[in-house]
């Protein structure tokens, strides 16, 4: 047993207390720990042998001895408008959270404190909308989760405000993980702009899990941005299930983190609902990350859309891997993948890898995309109206992710995203004002 | 300033090659402020490896000769710094790029001009203003300051463009390479217009083209012909009229009159 695989265990063992605690927590959530608990000492961290990690070693994070999250305070860190959830160390920070300008229709709070005041209304969904199995990092969540958001939208209710959820990780000492776990329950009709963040500095592991279901005809948006710090590693699952005519745009923003992998997997279980799942991802370093984009088309007349870029220098790595399964009753399906990806440097590489699983015959099924470097005539144009190469560069280079940055909805989140993004590319410092 | 008071650039023997093939042969030229050269000749005779040469593009290998401009050699300086000391080219096939906005760009060139002649840069708010000024002479649309730089632009829009970011750069030495290709005549009308009102006793420009017809639009004083990357004939306006009438072949078969540098000489 690798060294993170044993104190995972270790504390997997003593969280398995839960269930006899006398004050403990309901059943199903006992079940659903165990059920974790078991699955994750069976399949254990994932090997390169497995056909989901096989571009993505975890040997840095197996040799990584990860105790419980420590209590830390909250760090001055810049927060987002209210209504926010703030999160630290995997335990919610009442002093940072402010839930004023919650609408009516709409409850946002710790999921630890629901499965305490009011268990009937996670039950139906919780552990029902991630349901991958086998995934040692889901299990390992369910196993070891002390507290994250409940985010639950009645029928019919259109929030206005963005909802940001901020996960900030503080790690001075030891390394540890956190492994934060968030339900959003999004009622038939109900309308809802979603943003997760995730920040840090020194060396843990977050290892995260949101379950989102959509009621028929609810339309979400939903954004999460990875900033987490340079030694972090960062597990990410998103689990969508979408009602009728439902409607799911979600973006993945990963800039931070050693090694950072999110999973985006969604079940379109019912007719006539569409799905987008974007992503951009910029790195440099030795920094590796990657998406895994599983969408189930499982019943007819869905659509299903993924735009997914990839700035790439140093000695970085890009993975990403896009897997569409149209289901044999799934007609007129329509789904497509694009994967672009702009390498700056001759030592950065990226895999990618499209995965179409197709039933039936009558789908409409697409998908493509490029793995390429600066271009030389669009670089002497510039450099020709004066511009240095250094910010030539970086203007293309921008302009490449400036599309991703551009569909980050809520227009303060837009702004930060496009500070985060610049900031990272080479001399992104001279770019100013960028459209 | 008078025209012609004093030698902008000067070429002499100028070999390059693009790969390993070998497309200037000893060129030999002079341009003198205030004054229109044009360049003309068959295709492949290589009047864009020249237009490119001076603008500094890197996949042209200069092997041997020198060019002076304003008395610096040019050739050691990178393209930027061309354009600092006042190159511009206006490119045969401008180049699309999907998300950088025209106008960001085009005032982030023109600060970086500024800031590199020592020159203070301009607001947004100021710069806007001359942007607008200067769209009214390529008669352009302005909802083209906001689409990105030549992404979708028909070929008309496209060169338009390029005009535009030469009357807001206002360079010391224009080289225009078949600005005319692609154009129909109201659109050739447009872009001519819009040279003639940027000629100046400062300026110079190197007009480039395969054909005499946007010479009638853009009177040249000088006219060049190439041929297999040597100037092979120079003289006045009248001598576009002659190839009008005559084609490219005769230049190929009689003796070339003496080269345009010897004659600008003084």
Redesign the interface.
Known sequence: MTLAEKSFADQLERAAGVEWRPAGEPSFVCALRAAGRETFLRTKLPTLKHEDWRYTSLAGLAAQPFGPAARARVPAADLPPAPRLVFVNGRLAPDATDLSGLPAGVRMGSLAAALRERPAAVEPFMGQVATTRDHAFGALNAGLFEDGALVDLGDGVACAATLHLVFLTVASGAPFAAHPRNLVVVGKGARATLVESYRGEGAYLVNAVTEIALGEGAQVEHDRVQEDGPQAFHMGLLQISQGARSRFTGQSIALGGQLARVEARALLGAEGASCDLHGLYVAGGKQVLDHLVYIDHARPRCVSREVFKGVLDGASRGIFAGRVHVREGAQKTDASQVNSNLLLSEDATVDTKPQLEILNDDVKCSHGGTVGQIR???L??????????A??RA??T???A??MVQRVGPEELRARVRRAVTARLPSGSLL???? | MRKGTYTMLSIQGLKAKVADRDILHGLDLEVRAGEVHAIMGPNGSGKSTLAGVLAGRETYAVTAGKVTFEGEDLLALAPEKRAAKGIFLAFQYPVEIPGVGNMYFLRTAFNALRRARGEEELDAMDFLALARERMKLVKMDPSFANRSVNEGFSGGEKKRNEILQMAVLEPKLAILDEVDSGLDIDALRVVADGVNALRSAERAMIVVTHYQRLLDYIRPDHVHVMANGRIVTSGGPELALELEKRGYGWIEKEPPARPAAAEARP
């Open positions: 030389e005539d669009q002497f144009y510039l450099r020709s109206r004066g511009l240095s190469e910010l030539a203007m293309l921008w302009a490449f400036s599309e100013r004002e960028v459209a």
